[in-house]
């Protein structure tokens, strides 16, 4: 186990994570400077999140992002090792200088924590509808009332959202 890993476990992962995949790598470019430094650590994934983290004596490199704000995933291979692409708002790179099977296991892992949390979300949705629909009924209600719609539309979407309940 890396001395990154040990680190993040110690002063970043929080008692609600538990570490799905980790690997080695950096960020920046190769003996970069300014904004592409170079920072040698570990990228993890846990089930709610992936982040590098890298600790050294001055200073410590913590790059987060939620699994759910993910919308992109993707590595690459080229000179000098395999770069991963976690692309959110903002684009998370970090590069092994390992084979791209290193890569390609922590995406898979990646992929699946994704689709659970997907799931799940989805699962928490359905609950919170099932219980705003009495809510969206009477506002159809409020709004036929009004005169804003039908009869026949309060009574079509009323029937949609029962049959969801």
Known sequence: MSKYLEKFKTNQLRDDEEIKAHVDGYIGKLMGQ???TQHNGVLVLTNDRVVFYSKGWLNEVVRSIQLKQIANVHYTTSWPGTSLEIVSKDTLKVTTL???ELFSEFQKQ???ARDVGDNNENQNSSKNNSL?????IQKLANLRDQGLITEEEFSSKK???LSKM
């Open 98 to 100: 390992g084979s791209k």
């Open 159 to 161: 029937a949609e959202l």
């Open 34 to 36: 300014g904004a592409d």
């Open 132 to 136: 705003d629909i009495p809510d969206q």
């Open 110 to 112: 990646l992929e699946i």
